[in-house]
């Protein structure tokens, strides 16, 4: 029951009030320390009440347990050292980590946590010491295995084309080998090891994204923007297309151009994930998946409709005419295509003056400039200009959230030899097993001097304002008119003290 209390008095809205009555709760625990206090009991969801705190973005309550729980190691002058308890914080050996729980909570009031002390300082030593330079070599790695898989994709096994064309508008002079004669001389195998390396890559990727998924669930391990979701999706249909066209290479079946066409365009959009790994980049990714599967999803289906009703009707206009006159219409799937290309003005309108042109096509063709150049493209403009402020807004701060989800994955992705725990252990110190973080903290001896000069200047402002109304109240009735320029240079002129005092403040400060 206490402990059920203790979750309850996190979600309450009024802090003081749940501080109070949350120590006063500790106070009747008999197992204050020990695998038995209230505090270190959890919920149904796993969450003990300092990560329910986190989740729930409860900053009050974060601070007052973090203050609870801190040591005081020595102070001298405004110099202090304090030993932050960090271990539910830290996430090394947690399966169920305080700093991916609050990237991966939907309430922004939780990322604020990140700016929290010893939050804040946790987060800059693990990337500082060992997120940022495994992230830079995974990045680099990457990307030399992507040229790597680019170079056997360009140098494919092809040979001539033996047969006869059977249409003019055939122009294909190459076709692919079959497997037999795919290994033949030094070069092929050359491309070989390139191909056993890109296979075995594939592998690796998926054998490390599975778990993670089966650990998350595929909804949240997909759906959340900042842990990189999308990038997760690109990355594993990346290592499908991979294997799908290492299975038509051993079959000698026709057509790998199209699963290795596909995985060559993800493999390289998915390099885009490696810019979280710095500052000026990182919001941006952000902000790109925000428009492709917010605005650009939604604009999608509007897009789909209008190609599909005018390509239709291109395709009806032009179904009796001489495909050799105008050939952009001269079948459904290409009137499709070159409908596309008007909607995104890739391509001006298809006209031959030489020949009479259907009278439909001029009235068709004016109505699709209309709504779509127009009209349905400017909408687009204006939709991801609204989520670009929406997002600048909070570009910090998802980077630092970006920043806390890759050190978080790549702490529980490495080897415990290469990435050791952070913190120093309580028995150094004779305060147990628990981990401790070690911070120094300097006092600013005229801070608290400008916040008694702050205070005495507001009482001096109040003062001011009573005693002018006072009078006001007062001359109302007898000497309203002649006496209210007076009391306003009154007022005026006694607000030229703490004016003054306002000034100085804001000089020193």
């Not at 609870?68 to 002058?77: A, V």
């Not at 064309?165 to 491309?191: C, G, P």
């Not at 068709?364 to 779509?372: G, S, W």
């Not at 007076?486 to 000089?507: D, K």
Request: with cysteine; hydrophobic share 45%; aromatic share 12%.
């Amino acid at each position: 029951i206490g402990n059920t209390v203790l979750h309850i008095l996190v979600l309450q809205p009024n802090k003081t009030f749940a501080c109070h009555m949350y120590s006063l709760i500790l106070s009747y625990d008999k197992n204050k320390e020990g695998p038995g206090s209230l505090e270190l009991i959890p919920n149904n969801e796993g969450l003990s009440p300092f990560k329910l705190a986190g989740v729930e973005g409860n900053t009050v309550m974060f601070q007052y347990l973090m203050q609870k729980q801190k040591q005081n190691l020595w102070s001298f002058g405004p110099l202090s050292t304090v030993l932050y308890d960090i271990t539910e914080i830290d996430s090394w050996a947690e399966d169920q980590s305080f700093l991916e729980l609050i990237v991966s909570t939907k309430k922004r009031e939780a990322r604020q946590i990140l700016d929290l002390t010893p939050v804040k300082e946790l987060v800059s030593l693990k990337w500082n010491m060992y997120g940022r330079p495994y992230f830079c070599f995974l990045a680099l790695f990457y990307i030399l295995y992507m040229v790597c898989f680019t170079m056997c994709c360009v140098y494919r096994p092809l040979k001539p084309r033996m047969g006869n064309r059977t249409s003019s508008r055939d122009n294909t002079i190459y076709v692919q080998k079959m497997l037999q004669e795919s290994y033949v001389t030094y070069e092929d195998e050359l491309r070989l090891v390139g191909e056993l390396i890109t296979v075995i890559g594939a592998v690796v990727i998926l054998v490390l994204e599975i778990p993670d998924i089966l650990r998350v669930g595929a909804a949240k391990y997909f759906g959340q923007t900042i842990l990189g979701g999308p990038f997760h999706i690109i990355v594993i249909t990346y290592a499908c297309m991979i294997l799908v066209t290492m299975v038509m290479r051993l079959t000698s079946t026709t057509g790998e151009v199209v699963p290795m066409s596909f995985a060559l365009v993800l493999g390289w959009c998915n390099v885009m994930y490696f810019a979280r790994g710095f500052q000026m980049l990182g919001p941006f990714t952000i902000m790109i998946q925000k428009m492709i599967f917010g605005d650009l999803m939604r604009f999608c289906w509007l897009m789909a409709v209008v190609i599909l009703g005018f390509a239709s009707a291109f395709y009806i206009i032009f179904q009796t005419e001489n495909p050799e006159n105008l050939g952009q219409f001269y079948n459904y799937p290409m009137s499709l295509f070159t409908t596309f290309e008007l909607f995104l003005t890739i391509i001006d309108g298809p006209a031959n003056y030489d020949v009479d042109l259907p009278f439909m096509y001029s009235v068709v063709y004016f109505a699709f400039a209309i709504i779509a150049t127009l009209l349905m493209l400017n909408l687009l403009i204006a939709m991801m200009g609204d989520t670009h402020w929406r997002v600048a807004h909070e570009q910090d701060e998802l980077w630092r959230a970006q920043v806390v989800a890759t050190t978080v994955m790549l702490e529980r992705k490495l080897p415990r030899c290469l990435w050791p725990r952070s913190g120093i252990c309580g028995r150094e110190f004779g305060l147990g097993d628990r981990w401790y973080l070690r911070i120094e903290d300097r006092v600013d001896p005229n801070k608290h001097k400008m916040m008694r000069y702050t205070e005495a200047f507001k009482a001096q402002d109040r003062d001011n304002c009573e005693k002018g109304s006072e009078k006001l109240e007062t001359n109302r009735d007898t000497l309203f008119k002649k006496e209210l320029p007076a009391l306003s240079l009154s007022r005026s002129t006694s607000r030229t003290s703490s004016h003054r005092g306002w000034e100085i403040l804001r000089r020193n400060t």
